[in-house]
């Protein structure tokens, strides 16, 4: 199975701030990634994939790199309605796998 | 606008058997796989395994031996049956739609439901 290492865990950040969350896969897996928010009590909810390609209404504040192992979600302006958990998933080979999350905090 | 509905039983016993079903409403449900994840209380997300319209299934093998997946086109529902339980089964489980332009993403998801198992 590919290991998808995200980090950090957690940040501490204020509205406006910006924030970049890192994820690393154990082996490569080209662009064939995708990066999730989930708010507390619901389903997560698709922000990007093919790495750096934004899904159908997603604010442009968000963004992605990467390739082959290492990748980055960047929140260019925090706001208040992007506190949250942001998971990575790699889509290159099954089974699927998740990273472990990182949780977005008000500072 | 594509919206998954899930339901079945939230309260299992040891060794019983999980069952949960998954509705699709809008969009195609060809073309696409149907897929289920679960989430630990309190932790990330582990995927369970996913199936075509056709029926072709992919599997989690750390489930593999316990794990079934089964489509109902004719209702555009499918299906998550999982055997013996244990409590590390306790999860909120989900359906998702898996992208048909973009193999394994997940652009849709059910509400998600808490399964425990107790005894």
């Known amino acids: 199975d590919i290991q998808m290492t995200q980090s950090p865990s957690s940040v501490s950040a204020s509205v406006g701030d910006r924030v970049t969350i890192t994820c690393r896969a154990s082996q490569g897996i080209s662009s064939w990634l995708a990066w999730y928010q989930q708010k507390p009590g619901k389903a997560p909810n698709l922000l990007l994939y093919a790495a750096s390609s934004l899904h159908s209404g997603v604010p442009s504040r968000f963004s992605g790199s990467g390739s082959g192992t290492e990748f980055t979600l960047t929140i260019s302006s925090l706001q208040p309605e992007d506190f949250a958990t942001y998971f990575c998933q790699q889509a290159n080979s099954f089974p699927l796998t998740f990273g472990g999350g990182t949780k977005v905090e008000i500072k | 606008q594509v919206q998954l509905q899930q339901w079945g039983a939230g309260l299992l016993k040891p060794s019983e058997t999980l069952s949960l079903t998954c509705a699709v409403y809008?969009?195609?449900?060809?073309?696409?796989?149907w897929t289920w994840i679960r989430q630990p209380p309190g932790k990330g997300l582990d995927w369970i395994g996913e199936i075509s319209h056709s029926g072709s299934t992919n599997y989690n093998p750390s489930l593999k031996s316990r794990l079934t997946i089964s489509v109902d086109t004719s209702k555009n529902h499918f299906s998550l049956n999982l055997t013996s339980v244990t409590a590390a089964d306790t999860a909120v489980y989900y359906c998702?739609?898996?992208?048909?332009?973009?193999?394994?993403?997940?652009?849709?998801w059910g509400q998600g439901m808490l399964v425990t198992v107790s005894s």
């Open positions: 998702a739609r898996g992208s048909g332009t973009y193999t394994g993403v997940l652009d849709y």
């Open positions: 809008g969009g195609s449900f060809s073309g696409n796989y």
